[in-house]
């Protein structure tokens, strides 16, 4: 294959520009599947540490199935069965049908897993805070939202950085699993590609590069957030 | 490129606004994201060509329609045309009984007959005898996968597959040893030099599981646009625009079984 070839493939043909459109939306999957998953982790860690009794057995409950049933499963179950669920509901209540596109499905799923682990990680940060800090917190006579906006939070946070980014990184590429329900996100526009020119491989390592290119763009972005983070932390070297 | 992407989001804005503001009616049409030619297929800068398309945008012009096409797997279609994100699925869909216990057709635009592809250097027998033990791929929720689940079952290895595209890959490299597919999709991907160790091996006989032609799907009840979609495509077919689209795609007619 020559050089002109391929710039045909991909500048002529318009390749490239499905791949970019592709990588937008995959992106787009997991912003707001992390964001999401962020919300929904730390209301679950939250609950974890402070909660009544009924509501940790309840989050318990929902971080051990999360994580125990695959993605996939809770992707077709949504897709399929949830919108014909949530449309009869609206039925029932005389409200219009609510249509859930490919880019819902794969938010709310992801969101809902990432949620799962991210619950997890965030419990665990704030159970590594060293305990006097929160103590001496409270003796200075601190309400409860401001104890966790100002202390419990900001000093949680490096321990959980590196937990969080791992899972974004994960996030990335789960969100290739949507394909199957034929959106189409990076992974998807590259089938297409690939299977419309026939050019396997030539689109299937292009498509890798992609991925490769947001983990090496988001480690870096992570990398400063860290360092942003951690310039409280002690340093042990 | 900013400058393009100004011009791309201005020209999104007002086709919103003109259709918002002179929509007769909006249809969303599903159709199948895999290369499925010459009934369609997508290019690199994301529009849709093929006969199918064609016809959807004549049959909403005759319509007075606002049509869009919202892309999925082909098998999310008819729970898609169920749960109301499609309103018609005009996507290469055989009108079969078993369809017809969830949605509604029109009348046939086309029919197909299902062709039997293997390598070249095989001999094969393509009747249940002929392929016991063989591996047989199929696309699946298609009049094929159900007709070969019906008389090959027992004896042969059915593969069922998302798109049609991966079935020929895996009968190229070995994996599959036959393949049943539409006659008119895959008859002229034949002649294309990748596929040149693959060759058809017989037509598969009649059979009431692969229906009857080839409609438009609409919800079940859905009468007014089943009635609307029909006038339509009886208007295509006496002034001959029908017969101009087809011309483009087939060589030969395709409004009854050969």
Same mark, same amino acid.
């Given at each position: 294959?020559?050089?002109?070839?391929?710039?045909?493939?991909?500048?002529?043909?318009?390749?490239?520009?499905?791949?970019?459109?592709?990588?937008?939306?995959?992106?787009?999957?997991?912003?707001?599947?992390?964001?999401?998953?962020?919300?929904?982790?730390?209301?679950?860690?939250?609950?974890?540490?402070?909660?009544?009794?009924?509501?940790?057995?309840?989050?318990?409950?929902?971080?051990?199935?999360?994580?125990?049933?695959?993605?996939?499963?809770?992707?077709?179950?949504?897709?399929?069965?949830?919108?014909?669920?949530?449309?009869?509901?609206?039925?029932?209540?005389?409200?219009?049908?609510?249509?859930?596109?490919?880019?819902?499905?794969?938010?709310?799923?992801?969101?809902?897993?990432?949620?799962?682990?991210?619950?997890?990680?965030?419990?665990?940060?704030?159970?590594?805070?060293?305990?006097?800090?929160?103590?001496?917190?409270?003796?200075?006579?601190?309400?409860?939202?401001?104890?966790?906006?100002?202390?419990?939070?900001?000093?949680?946070?490096?321990?959980?950085?590196?937990?969080?980014?791992?899972?974004?990184?994960?996030?990335?590429?789960?969100?290739?699993?949507?394909?199957?329900?034929?959106?189409?996100?990076?992974?998807?526009?590259?089938?297409?590609?690939?299977?419309?020119?026939?050019?396997?491989?030539?689109?299937?390592?292009?498509?890798?590069?992609?991925?490769?290119?947001?983990?090496?763009?988001?480690?870096?972005?992570?990398?400063?957030?860290?360092?942003?983070?951690?310039?409280?932390?002690?340093?042990?070297? | 490129?900013?400058?393009?992407?100004?011009?791309?989001?201005?020209?999104?804005?007002?086709?919103?606004?003109?259709?918002?503001?002179?929509?007769?009616?909006?249809?969303?049409?599903?159709?199948?994201?895999?290369?499925?030619?010459?009934?369609?297929?997508?290019?690199?800068?994301?529009?849709?060509?093929?006969?199918?398309?064609?016809?959807?945008?004549?049959?909403?012009?005759?319509?007075?329609?606002?049509?869009?096409? @919202?892309? =999925?797997?082909?098998?999310?279609?008819?729970?898609? %045309?169920?749960?109301?994100?499609? +309103?018609? !699925?005009?996507?290469?869909?055989?009108?079969?009984?078993?369809?017809?216990?969830?949605?509604?057709?029109?009348?046939?635009?086309?029919?197909?007959?299902?062709?039997?592809?293997?390598?070249?250097?095989?001999?094969?027998?393509?009747?249940?005898?002929?392929?016991?033990?063989?591996?047989?791929?199929?696309?699946?929720?298609?009049?094929?996968?159900?007709?070969?689940?019906?008389?090959?079952?027992?004896?042969?290895?059915?593969?069922?597959?998302?798109?049609?595209?991966?079935?020929?890959?895996?009968?190229?490299?070995?994996?599959?040893?036959?393949?049943?597919?539409?006659?008119?999709?895959?008859?002229?991907?034949?002649?294309?030099?990748? @596929?040149? =160790?693959?060759?058809?091996?017989?037509?598969?006989? %009649?059979?009431?599981?692969?229906? +009857?032609? !080839?409609?438009?799907?609409?919800?079940?009840?859905?009468?007014?646009?089943?009635?609307?979609?029909?006038?339509?495509?009886?208007?295509?077919?006496?002034?001959?625009?029908?017969?101009?689209?087809?011309?483009?795609?087939?060589?030969?007619?395709?409004?009854?079984?050969?």
């Amino acid at each position: 294959m020559t050089v002109s070839e391929i710039s045909r493939l991909f500048f002529a043909d318009g390749w490239l520009q499905a791949l970019a459109q592709g990588t937008v939306r995959t992106l787009g999957i997991s912003l707001g599947a992390f964001v999401l998953g962020l919300a929904i982790g730390l209301i679950v860690a939250m609950v974890k540490l402070k909660g009544p009794r009924w509501m940790v057995i309840c989050a318990n409950c929902y971080t051990t199935l999360y994580r125990a049933v695959p993605e996939l499963l809770l992707i077709l179950l949504l897709y399929y069965a949830g919108a014909d669920l949530i449309n009869l509901t609206m039925a029932a209540l005389g409200q219009p049908s609510v249509e859930i596109n490919g880019f819902m499905a794969a938010v709310v799923v992801l969101g809902i897993v990432q949620g799962a682990y991210s619950g997890e990680i965030i419990r665990g940060a704030i159970e590594s805070i060293p305990h006097g800090q929160i103590e001496a917190a409270r003796a200075y006579g601190i309400n409860r939202s401001l104890l966790v906006r100002r202390v419990i939070l900001p000093t949680m946070l490096p321990f959980a950085i590196a937990g969080l980014s791992n899972l974004w990184l994960v996030l990335v590429k789960e969100s290739a699993l949507i394909s199957v329900v034929g959106y189409s996100e990076l992974l998807t526009a590259g089938r297409q590609a690939a299977a419309s020119t026939k050019h396997y491989l030539l689109f299937y390592l292009a498509v890798a590069a992609f991925y490769y290119l947001i983990t090496l763009v988001s480690s870096s972005v992570f990398r400063q957030v860290e360092v942003r983070f951690e310039r409280w932390m002690p340093r042990h070297t | 490129m900013k400058k393009t992407l100004l011009v791309t989001l201005q020209a999104c804005l007002l086709a919103g606004i003109a259709s918002s503001a002179f929509a007769a009616d909006k249809l969303v049409f599903g159709i199948a994201l895999e290369p499925y030619p010459p009934f369609s297929f997508k290019s690199g800068k994301g529009d849709w060509s093929g006969f199918e398309p064609e016809m959807i945008t004549a049959v909403c012009a005759r319509m007075k329609a606002d049509c869009t096409l @919202n892309e =999925m797997s082909w098998d999310g279609l008819i729970p898609a %045309l169920k749960s109301q994100q499609v +309103d018609v !699925v005009l996507n290469s869909l055989s009108i079969t009984p078993e369809r017809q216990q969830v949605i509604d057709f029109t009348q046939p635009y086309f029919f197909t007959r299902a062709l039997w592809i293997g390598d070249r250097s095989m001999e094969l027998d393509p009747t249940p005898a002929g392929l016991k033990g063989k591996i047989i791929g199929v696309q699946g929720s298609t009049t094929h996968s159900a007709f070969v689940k019906k008389y090959y079952g027992e004896t042969s290895t059915i593969r069922y597959y998302n798109d049609q595209d991966d079935i020929l890959a895996d009968l190229r490299s070995g994996r599959v040893d036959i393949m049943l597919a539409d006659q008119l999709v895959v008859e002229p991907l034949l002649e294309k030099p990748d @596929n040149s =160790m693959l060759a058809s091996k017989g037509v598969a006989p %009649l059979d009431p599981l692969f229906g +009857d032609g !080839v409609g438009a799907g609409v919800r079940k009840g859905n009468d007014a646009l089943r009635e609307r979609l029909n006038v339509a495509l009886q208007s295509l077919r006496d002034d001959g625009s029908y017969e101009k689209i087809r011309e483009r795609y087939f060589k030969t007619d395709i409004t009854t079984l050969k």
